[in-house]
C-alpha cells in the first residue's frame, strides 16, 4: 500500500458503547490522500456503526481525501437496508 494511503481495521464490537473510543483512537494524517476503513475484524455492530462509517467517510472528505470501505459485513449491509442507506454504503465500498 502506498505511504499516501492508511488502512484502519477496527477490532471488536461497533456499538454505542464503544463508537466514540474507536472514533478517538483514529487520526489520520492530512498528508494521506485515501482512508481505507477495513471492517473484517469489526462486530458485532449496532446502528452505532452506520455512524461511525458516516463519520469516517465526512473526515475524510473534509481533509480532501478519499475514503473507501473493505470487507463491509452482512450485518452493516442489512443495517444500510433498514435505514435505507444501501446506496451510502455502496458507494464508499470496494
Request: charged letters at 20%.
Amino acid at each position: 500500500m502506498s505511504e499516501l494511503a492508511i488502512t484502519w481495521t477496527p477490532e471488536g464490537p461497533l456499538t454505542l458503547a464503544t463508537v466514540k473510543r474507536s472514533l478517538d483512537s483514529f487520526s489520520s494524517s492530512s498528508r494521506k490522500r485515501s482512508v481505507i476503513l477495513d471492517l473484517s475484524r469489526a462486530g458485532p455492530f449496532d446502528s452505532s456503526a452506520l455512524a461511525f462509517i458516516a463519520t469516517m467517510k465526512r473526515r475524510a472528505t473534509k481533509q480532501g481525501v478519499s475514503f473507501t470501505l473493505r470487507n463491509v459485513p452482512d450485518a452493516i449491509r442489512s443495517l444500510a437496508e433498514i435505514y435505507d442507506l444501501q446506496e451510502f454504503i455502496a458507494s464508499s465500498a470496494q
